[in-house]
């Protein structure tokens, strides 16, 4: 019968204990990979409105991540075939995640994600999906709802002024419902809507913010991308809201509050979920509930406390979800009823409007 002795069984245990230790110090020495993203801008970050919004976010993630994911930034790519040139070399370096965080990014990036099946694209405020295309956007229209209560109650003159950028669906509902939250206080104001045909170009902005308060207009409201609005009304002495980021640096006096979009808890989220595997490409659409989009940075010094009272009573209705901007009855601005008593707009009928509330005095097509 074959003996072992202790010495030999003790030489056994030491050299597995020993193994397992090196097998966990290298493992524990290996490095993952990071997760390479590129976030594709067609602005920069100085823009102080849609691009700095989002550049808080990713840095936001950024900062949560770490050496966990490593981002490269394309800065002023405009919205054409160049677009879907910068999408695919980013795709061919390797890049895991692409954002493309314009509207008119959409076709493009649905046609270079047929290409690189593996990698996740992700597109801002577009409608296209496909299996690794992504949509993802706020109810900002919410936090204009807001806006629009407390320059109801601003207003002296009734008469608001908002700065149109491009006539697509998403700018037409943040009009109407700047308008409706305006009208649910003061039934007699109107609004009057300049289009500049463009996301971000200072001297257009700054020239229907003057043609506005030429008109009457005495609180203005935007989408478009630039100060230059909250400037003008500084100069004036007249009031507006900043639009996708703070800022009153520019109108201390001026800016009522801030309409802004909390991007970042999207982009943590979306990143751990392609880390974990879990992610897909449906559509993210969240609003004032789940803290994506709000009216923020009330000025206190100008607003009084029964307006911000008022405010707080629509956000936390909108929260709860008792409160819907395009619940009817509302009149479009030909007098014809376009909701009925009780209803409220299906998310198709929001996502291809293309008509004025009652009270809006403009052009939906410039």
Known sequence: MLKISR???????????????????HQSLAVTPPLNISVVYFGNPGDGGWTRSHEIGISAAEKLYGNRIKVTRVENVPESAEASRVFRNRAAQGDKVIIGTGFGYMNSMLQVAR???????????????????????????????????????????????????????EVVRNINAFALGARSVAPNTIVKVVWINSWFDPGKERQAAETLIGLGADVLSQSTDSTAM??????????????????????????????EYNWGMYYVKVIDEIQQGTWTSKPVYWGVKEGLVDLTHINQAVVPDRVQQATRNAHE????????????????DSGKVRVEQGKALTADALGSMNWFVEGVQGKVSP
Request: aromatic share 12%.
């Open 7 to 25: 010495r030999a069984i003790f030489r056994v245990a030491l050299s597995l204990l020993s193994l397992q230790f090196l097998t966990a110090s």
């Open 115 to 169: 290409n690189y099946p593996d990698t996740v694209f992700l597109n801002s405020a577009g409608y296209k999906t496909s299996p690794n295309l992504g949509t993802y956007n706020g109810r900002v229209y919410e936090a204009e709802y807001l806006a629009g209560i407390v320059a109801g109650y601003m207003s002296k003159s009734h008469v608001l002024g908002f700065v149109g950028s491009m006539p697509i669906p």
């Open 230 to 259: 909250m400037s003008v009304a500084e100069d004036h002495k007249v009031y507006a809201f900043g639009f996708d980021a703070d800022m009153s640096k520019w109108g201390p006096h001026a800016q009522l509050g801030s309409i």
């Open 317 to 332: 209705a909108l929260k709860g979800g008792r409160l819907d901007p395009f619940t009817g009855p509302i009149k479009d």
